[in-house]
């Protein structure tokens, strides 16, 4: 599985963006997906996470309530939709691929990475 991740951008404190991770090759609506990100200077953190179906996720405190995970597996992608975004949001955005039957939240249970896209959230 081949996975780009895209619609980063800069944005001011309160605003919206909807990142997208689109996958390629294997049958990509087999996977469970997850979203991590690694602010300037800290590790890569948990995000969010959808099963392979659409019927599980899973958030960080951090992000519950203002972020949102879905997917179209028509489109072989799945969207991360960031509302309310706070200067504490800044980082490179990573989308994952795993192929267990639960989202999961560890890092390590991801088998295939996309690239990478820059949110930075101006205050």
């Known amino acids: 599985v081949q996975l780009q991740a895209s619609g980063g951008g800069l944005v001011q404190t309160g605003d919206s963006l909807r990142l997208s991770c689109e996958a390629s090759?294997?049958?990509?609506?087999?996977?469970?997906t997850g979203w991590f990100r690694q602010a300037p200077g800290k590790a890569r953190g948990f995000v969010a996470a959808?099963?392979?179906?659409?019927?599980?996720?899973n958030y960080a405190d951090s992000v519950r309530g203002r972020f949102a995970i879905s997917r179209d597996s028509a489109k072989n992608t799945v969207y991360l939709q960031m509302n309310n975004l706070k200067p504490e949001d800044t980082a490179v955005y990573y989308c994952?691929?795993?192929?267990?039957?639960?989202?999961?939240?560890?890092?390590?249970?991801?088998?295939?990475w996309g690239q990478g896209t820059l949110v930075t959230v101006s205050s």
């Open positions: 994952a691929a795993d192929s267990a039957t639960r989202p999961s939240v560890f890092q390590y249970n991801y088998d295939y």
């Open positions: 090759g294997r049958t990509f609506s087999n996977y469970c």
């Open positions: 959808i099963s392979w179906n659409g019927d599980r996720t």
